[in-house]
C-alpha cells in the first residue's frame, strides 16, 4: 500500500467505538497503522482531524480523515468492497442489522443516555488512589492487548 494510500486509525485501546472500526478492518484484511490516542492529552492530529467533537475514533485515508464509528464502518465497506461484506447484500437484512447496532449504541453504550454511569465513571478516575493505580494497568493492558491483536 502506498504512502497516498495509507490507512491509520487514531484509537484508544478500551473503547468500543475503536474496537468495532479495528475489526472492520481486519475482517476485511485492510492494513492500518494504528495510533493510541490518550483522551486526556489528546494529540494535535484528532483535534485537527475531528474538530467537532473532539473524539476517537478517526480514520485517515489518502490523509483525508473520516469520524464516527458507524460512518467509518460504511467508509471501509463502500470503499474496500472485497469480501466479508460487513452488512447483507439483501436491503431488508441490513435493515435489520442496522436497527441492532442503533439499539445496542443508543441503550448500551452512548454516554448521552447512560449520564450517570459515564459521570460516576469520570468521577472514579478522578480520584487519587485510582489516578495513582491506573496508568500501570492501562499501560500493561494496552501494550498487551495490541501485541496479541497485531499476532
Ligand atoms: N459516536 C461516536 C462515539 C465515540 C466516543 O465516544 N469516543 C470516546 C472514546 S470511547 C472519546 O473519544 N471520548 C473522548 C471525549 O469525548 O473527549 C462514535 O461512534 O465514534
Not at 476485511?28 to 495510533?35: A, L, Q, S, T
Not at 443508543?106 to 496508568?135: C, G, H, M, T, Y
Request: charged share 25%.
Amino acid at each position: 500500500m502506498g504512502e497516498e494510500n495509507k490507512v491509520v486509525l487514531h484509537g484508544m485501546w478500551a473503547s468500543p467505538y475503536n474496537k468495532r472500526v479495528e475489526l472492520a478492518l481486519k475482517l476485511k484484511g485492510i492494513p492500518f497503522e494504528y495510533v493510541e490516542e490518550d483522551l486526556q492529552n489528546k494529540s494535535p492530529q484528532l483535534l485537527q482531524y475531528n474538530p467537532v467533537y473532539k473524539r476517537t475514533p478517526v480514520l485517515v485515508h489518502y490523509a483525508k480523515p473520516i469520524s464516527e464509528s458507524r460512518i467509518i464502518l460504511e467508509y471501509i465497506d463502500e470503499t474496500w468492497k472485497n469480501s466479508p461484506s460487513l452488512l447483507p447484500e439483501d436491503p431488508c437484512k441490513r435493515a435489520k442489522v442496522r436497527f441492532r447496532t442503533t439499539y445496542i449504541e443508543q441503550q448500551l453504550v452512548d454516554p448521552e443516555r447512560n449520564p450517570l454511569i459515564f459521570s460516576w465513571l469520570a468521577a472514579i478516575k478522578q480520584l487519587p488512589l485510582v489516578k495513582e493505580s491506573i496508568p500501570p494497568l492501562y499501560k500493561f493492558v494496552r501494550e498487551n492487548a495490541l501485541k496479541s491483536s497485531s499476532a
